[in-house]
């Protein structure tokens, strides 16, 4: 038995503990997406220290450990534990609401046209400018917490409707605002590049990021005022072209930040190919991507964070899901939350991926956890149950777990508790007992 060590919790007697990875596997592709490690009638111990100590049969774990020495023991009989969601694509801060512009798309306006009009991004940088950091502050408070009880345990934030210097500025205080007073864990993008702001080409726009933004963000990450993880452009037709994404995204990795960044969306700009180039992370959308694109992220273990919202809402070509994953591309996936595409749910946005792009449940299981952990730069502590690993989990009332994807928009009567670092810190007191059915 392992002693008198005082532990956090134990879960005990899960119909299914699913792993996801059981050896260490900082990503899986091919194969290694399509079948999970999945325990049954398992149970799992998380430490004080908000890590996982033990994972394996009830029996096992019951003769190891002394129920004395934990702080709280739940019983997950009849019950799934899944490691907690990383949603690794969100733009959450932001001001001004546009449901308006969901009538104009429905009637037929594109993205872009909207855009070119005054709306889309530019409605939202007009509205963020505005806003007080304590009103921004408030918003995305309340998203992220939507986001937890959706099962969302790491989320990537992004800057991007500041467009100068001073509301990105407040932008990121206001994610390392939340970085340190809430439980759900935050990958922070700087993401200046965003758009082109009103009054200055796009040459002028770059020239502004690498001169004066990216050397104030050095200057805050050492003095430890503001901690960003990745850099992000939009490079796009009419936005940002192939060469200013260069400049950008290469001034943002010599300060120390990781590449992660919208291509290959509305047009084939060749962005897969720059980004696996330039040692990207990760890139999303891809919906335009060319086939020497895919295989050059396949090679460079550049992540496609795929976001089947955005293709849905907008009616855009859904992303080659399939082909990238035969291709050995490290598939992820987002929700790509924003004022135009307003989705909390990773659950949900697992269900579109295997029903509009063609993915398995344990291929879309894999993109929402691991995959999305490693795009984000964080699987060797993120993303799935393994021994080390940061003890952020979900139980779901059902006794298989792939009722989180196949029930569309149920994850509010089936996700019974979301755990951070060992920590209950949503429970749902009214889970349906019959979600199964």
């Known amino acids: 038995m392992a002693g008198r060590q005082r532990h956090r919790l134990l879960l005990e007697n899960a119909e299914q503990l699913v792993l996801v990875c059981g050896r260490r596997e900082p990503y899986l592709r091919r194969d290694g997406a399509a079948s999970l490690a999945v325990l049954r009638a398992a149970s799992l111990v998380v430490g004080l220290d908000g890590c996982i100590k033990a994972v394996g049969q009830a029996d096992v774990i019951r003769n190891q450990f002394s129920e004395a020495t934990f702080e709280r023991i739940i019983d997950c009989s009849g019950k799934c534990v899944l490691p907690g969601l990383v949603d690794a694509h969100t733009h959450p801060v932001w001001a001004g609401d546009r449901v308006h512009e969901f009538a104009m798309k429905l009637a037929g306006a594109s993205y872009m046209e909207i855009h070119q009009a005054g709306g889309g991004i530019h409605f939202t940088v007009e ?5 007080t950091e304590e009103e921004l502050f408030t918003s995305f408070q309340h998203r992220l917490e939507r986001m937890l009880r959706a099962g969302s345990t790491l989320v990537e934030c992004k800057s991007g409707y500041g467009l100068n210097l001073e509301t990105e500025l407040k932008m990121l205080r206001v994610i390392e ?16 590049a965003h758009a082109v702001p009103k009054g200055k080409t796009a040459t002028e726009a770059t020239d502004d990021i690498i001169n ?8 805050l990450r050492l003095s430890g005022e503001i901690h960003v993880n990745n850099i992000d452009v939009f490079c796009e037709k009419g936005v940002f072209d192939l060469e200013s994404t260069r400049r950008i995204l290469q001034a943002g990795k010599d ?8 291509g290959d969306e509305l047009h084939p700009m060749k962005s897969a190919e720059l980004g696996a180039e330039l040692g990207a992370r990760a890139i999303s959308h891809l919906e335009e991507v060319t086939d020497e694109g895919i295989v050059a992220m396949a090679r460079a273990k550049c992540a496609a964070v795929l976001l089947p919202t955005t293709a849905y809402m907008l009616r855009l070509k859904q992303p080659q899901a399939r082909k990238m994953l035969e291709e050995g591309v490290i598939v992820a996936l987002g929700s790509d939350f924003n004022p135009n595409a307003y989705c909390f749910s990773m659950p949900m946005v697992m269900h579109l991926a295997c029903v509009n792009m063609k993915m398995s449940m344990n291929e879309a299981l894999a993109a929402a956890t691991i995959n999305a952990a490693y795009a984000l730069g964080k699987s060797d502590t993120h993303g799935s149950l393994e021994v080390g690993k940061q003890g952020d989990l979900l139980i779901i009332n059902s006794s298989r777990w792939e009722h989180l994807i196949y029930q569309f928009g149920g994850h509010e009567a089936l996700i019974n508790y979301v755990i951070v670092k060992g920590k209950v810190i949503y429970e749902n007191e009214r889970c349906d007992t019959m979600s199964s059915y």
């Open 177 to 192: 605002r939340a970085k340190k007073s809430m439980d759900i864990g935050i990958s922070s993008t700087y993401c200046g």
């Open 212 to 219: 004066n933004h990216l050397p104030k963000l050095k200057e």
């Open 127 to 131: 509205h963020t400018r505005k806003a």
């Open 255 to 262: 300060i120390g930040l990781q590449i992660n960044f919208h």
